[in-house]
């Protein structure tokens, strides 16, 4: 228990040295930020753009919810920019560890290598779910301000829903940060992995059921209407699995030394 | 506290790299691991500090499997590779509370170690402006902050200059006051410095184990060598038809011969010498084998 104290809290100095804990939250900010002001200016961008001639958009067509918007901050911004900069800021945790001898090092002394990952996943998902938290607090302030206001309950709910997809995309990249020796097949194989989950969501009810992007899906749902199908619990049982797996597969890996 | 090595095997995809190896070490020890490149030393010290696992065997420290007792050994690696971004009080800290001592302990320990080390006045410089002799006298330090039983360290003075050499040779002459010290190196006269006892491997399997003064005794010779100036070289074949002279080896103006009994039949080649008025320069007898020799010996001629 003590190392890992120790390791999340090299892993928290490590982040404060190379700024993430400011950029990381900036980005989602500035990401949480876009849909409501696109949004709000959409009808004027149109009309500008359309000008007066041949088929013209009708700018009351834009008009939206507050519920529509913050769940497009979800769908259109975080499941897209922001999952490619979550795997990013994830794929090196345990590959430059490995590559420069650190994580072999570290083991010689009495640190289970469940303390180790659980260190590197805890620290990570701590920081990226503070930042998720800021964008969608960001966005829940433009979107009250410009649209109509949401329930703050609701946004707390669909935000908690979300926090479970986004813990199982740090797993998932650092399981693959543990099997491959490449930044850029890493970065790679979690992005297109990740995005074709999220992509293929209401495909069909069996899929969406063993989807962990069914989260987000679940989240966008409790902005609008302010509730959850029932096959909610179930997806959220199936994500906790796939969680559970990847840190599985990445203890083992470590174990069992295949990492040289 | 005892480390033994049980017919440890190591392979990798076709290449053995430790093949049966077994050793015993008591403590107080200090032992060198000798071997020409390839030999399987740093694959072995791996193996010890846990970092490899054995194929076959098992390595055991108090009777116990080292992977439960880590906290008893302190560990240099080849390259010893620090997170750059850190200070070297910070990475000292860092090893130190992952080897479970105490945050108070360690913020008395760490400046005296430092201090041994030769580190006072680096403490609050990053690792990445470090040369690579304080990089390995960092790795020292942390090897031996959680005062360890049993340290290992893998060619800790190969990759330094004669300066930086030097100092951790005296580093570890201190060090190994306190503990057992296993240290691998391909430079003989560093290990011939430091240790005992010697161990010398060669393709992954033990050939030797002994300590210097046996290896020495061993390879004594029993040859007288003498050094003449050139112009008496042709004395040499009048001195091969002499009746107790086996063999005769020149070397430039170096003569090495082999007497069937060195002890009376030396004086006797001496007087044919004086008597022949030769210009001696240099004359020796039982004359010993330098350990680089013994050890081409044993590993080219093996």
Redesign the interface.
């Known amino acids: 228990m003590?190392?890992l104290m120790?390791?999340i809290n090299?892993e928290f100095?490590?982040m404060k040295?190379?700024y993430k804990i400011i950029w990381l939250p900036l980005v989602f900010m500035f990401l949480g930020a876009t849909q409501p002001v696109v949004m709000y200016y959409l009808p004027a961008i149109l009309k500008a753009l359309g000008g007066g001639q041949g088929i013209t958009i009708d700018p009351s067509m834009t008009q939206q919810e507050g519920g529509h918007i913050m769940a497009a901050t979800l769908g259109s911004q975080f499941d897209q920019l922001g999952l490619m900069i979550i795997a990013v800021s994830v794929m090196g945790v345990i590959q430059s560890d490995k590559a420069?001898?650190?994580l072999?090092?570290?083991?010689?002394?009495?640190?289970s290598v469940g303390a180790y990952i659980w260190g590197k996943v805890i620290s990570n998902y701590f920081i990226i779910l503070l930042s998720v938290s800021c964008g969608f607090f960001v966005s829940y302030l433009y979107t009250s301000y410009l649209f109509s206001s949401v329930q703050f309950s609701c946004v707390l709910a669909s935000l908690f829903i979300y926090s479970v997809w986004v813990l199982f995309m740090v797993t998932f990249t650092t399981m693959i940060s543990t099997i491959f020796n490449s930044q850029g097949i890493i970065a790679l194989i979690s992005i297109v992995f990740l995005l074709f989950n999220r992509m293929i969501v209401g495909l069909h009810p069996v899929l969406d059921m063993l989807n962990p992007a069914g989260m987000s899906k679940y989240a966008m749902e409790f902005l609008i209407t302010g509730s959850a199908e029932n096959s909610f619990y179930g997806n959220l049982v199936i994500i906790m699995i796939w969680i559970l797996v990847t840190m599985v597969i990445s203890y083992y890996w470590i174990t069992?030394?295949k990492f040289? | 506290m005892k480390l033994e090595i049980r017919n440890v095997t190591k392979r990798f995809k076709q290449k053995t790299a430790v093949s049966e190896f077994s050793m015993e070490l008591e403590t107080g020890q200090c032992v060198g691991l000798i071997g020409p490149n390839g030999a399987g030393k740093s694959t072995l010290i791996?193996t010890i500090?846990?970092?490899?696992?054995a194929d076959e065997g098992e390595v055991l420290l108090d009777g116990q499997r080292i992977s439960n007792m880590?906290?008893e050994?302190g560990?240099l690696?080849q390259?010893?590779?620090?997170?750059p971004?850190?200070t070297a009080n910070?990475t000292l800290l860092?090893?130190g509370?992952?080897?479970?001592m105490s945050k108070q302990k360690l913020l008395a320990k760490v400046p005296v170690v430092l201090g041994k080390v030769g580190l006072t006045g680096e403490e609050n410089a990053k690792v990445q402006t470090f040369s690579g002799g304080m990089r390995q006298r960092l790795g020292i330090a942390q090897a031996i902050l959680h005062a360890p039983a049993f340290i290992v360290m893998d060619e800790p003075v190969s990759a330094l200059d004669p300066i930086g050499r030097r100092e951790v040779l005296n580093l570890i002459q201190e060090i190994k006051k306190e503990t057992t010290i296993l240290l691998s190196t391909h430079i003989l006269s560093d290990a011939e410095e430091i240790c005992e006892r010697f161990v010398i491997m060669k393709n992954g399997k033990k050939i030797e184990d002994t300590t210097i003064t046996e290896l020495l005794r061993r390879n004594t010779r029993v040859s007288v060598s003498m050094e003449i100036a050139p112009k008496d070289l042709q004395w040499i074949q009048l001195a091969g038809e002499l009746p107790y002279v086996k063999k005769i080896e020149v070397k430039g103006s170096k003569v090495e011969f082999t007497l069937e009994n060195p002890q009376q039949q030396k004086n006797m080649l001496l007087k044919t010498a004086l008597n022949h008025d030769v210009d001696i320069v240099r004359f020796e007898a039982g004359g010993r084998e330098t350990l680089e020799e013994i050890f081409l010996n044993l590993v080219v001629g093996v």
């Open positions: 003590n190392s120790v390791l090299k100095v490590q040295r190379d420069s001898g650190m072999a090092f570290i083991l010689t002394r009495p640190v069992q030394k040289h | 791996k500090a846990d970092v490899l696992h880590k906290r050994i560990y690696p390259y010893p590779n620090f997170f971004w850190m910070e860092f090893m509370q992952l080897s479970g």
